[in-house]
């Protein structure tokens, strides 16, 4: 009988999904149970999560952009934030580029402010450049913030369709030329501890600041935390390991990373530019930060991300990377109920203290 238990699993599996209803072409509605080529290998924890409060949610790519921007979470399923000192907004003009002011929220930390000022972290969530809002990564920075001992900048960026690239990169970079200036006065910081760092297409920009300021020799990043990067948007199923043995997975199969690629990307052309590709920038690898990379084993993503980290080694920079086993994407805004979830969030902590109080101990909480 045990032989006959995998055959009969898969065989329950693929009969839910083709029991699902067709509607508009070929997209089926919820619920969207999870594929055969996965269930045996994802994380438990993950399974469970997904089974009760995501799989009768319509997938965002299967329905119109607005409806999934009013749905509220992004991702379910993160923890409570960490206590901070405060949190405020500023609305920052432009000094290299055009279009409207940019948003930026400011975490700071309980604690004296150290000698010389707070290390910062300059933070970029995720949402495929189409999704997302400076609320979506809240519980991240604020950990990043108060176990790290660090002031973090999250970003409001534009989205597309209706900003398409490079509009995103120009407003993240408006960002690092902000705390660089004006923002240093304002909150107090030590610029020559800075860091950056993102989730999925956030990891994305956050590799393309740290390349462009390579390239400009300022400023210097000291860290670079990059959560399920986007490193290489050429990536696709016939190319990539990962984009094909996980092309099914839940929460990004290789169609909804299409089509958050489209949107962002409109002009194919554009698709190995450097700065929508960092795994392709042909600059001086030797000038970029130390990274803590993390990426799922069952994420289309995956691959890349690893591949952006020992390109990274071959040039003599540090670089850690964490396969998350059974974990999909994007597990590190999921701490709340998954264990791969916490770690994610405590490598980019400890990379924190580690890079920015080297020496000495971090700011003490006041009594």
């Excluded at 067709?22 to 969207?32: L, R």
């Excluded at 910062?120 to 400076?134: A, P, Q």
């Excluded at 450097?274 to 970029?288: Q, R, T, V």
Aim: with cysteine; net charge negative.
């Amino acid at each position: 009988m045990i032989a006959f238990i995998a055959p009969l699993k898969f065989l329950l599996t693929t009969i839910m999904s083709v029991e699902q209803k067709i509607t508009s072409g070929d997209h089926p509605e919820p619920p969207y149970p999870l594929h055969p080529s996965v269930v045996d290998r994802i994380d438990p924890q993950y399974a469970d999560f997904y089974n009760k409060h995501i799989m009768k949610h319509q997938q965002v790519h299967l329905q119109p952009i607005e409806a999934s921007r009013a749905s509220g979470t992004l991702i379910p399923g993160a923890g409570p934030p960490a206590p901070f000192a405060k949190v405020e907004d500023y609305f920052i003009s432009r000094e290299e580029t055009t279009g409207p002011r940019v948003r930026v929220r400011a975490f700071t930390p309980h604690g004296s402010t150290p000698e010389g000022g707070w290390p910062v972290c300059i933070y970029f969530h995720g949402g495929g450049w189409v999704l997302g809002t400076i609320d979506t990564e809240n519980v991240i920075a604020s950990n990043l913030c108060a176990r790290g001992k660090c002031v973090v900048v999250a970003v409001d960026y534009r989205l597309a369709p209706e900003n398409p690239f490079p509009a995103a990169v120009d407003d993240c970079w408006e960002s690092v030329l902000w705390v660089l200036g004006q923002g240093k006065e304002v909150l107090n910081l030590d610029t020559s501890k800075l860091a950056t760092g993102g989730s999925s297409a956030g990891g994305n920009l956050a590799a393309i600041m740290c390349q462009r300021a390579a390239t400009l020799g300022s400023p210097k990043f000291s860290l670079q935390l990059l959560s399920v990067p986007v490193t290489d948007n050429t990536a696709d199923t016939s190319n990539n390991k990962s984009w094909n043995e996980n092309q099914h997975t839940p929460a990004l199969p290789a169609p909804k990373m299409m089509w958050y690629r489209n949107h962002y990307l409109p002009n194919k052309s554009d698709w190995s530019h450097p700065e929508a590709s960092p795994l392709l920038w042909e600059g001086d690898w030797s000038k970029l930060p130390y990274a803590v990379i993390v990426v799922g084993e069952l994420d289309v993503l995956r691959d890349e991300g690893c591949q952006f980290g020992e390109k990274l080694r071959r040039a003599g920079v540090n670089a850690d990377i964490h396969v998350m086993k059974g974990q999909p994407h994007p597990f590190i805004a999921m701490d709340g109920v998954l264990d791969a979830g916490k770690e994610a969030i405590t490598y980019f902590c400890d990379a924190l203290k580690k890079t920015t109080y080297p020496t000495s101990k971090p700011a003490q909480e006041d009594n």
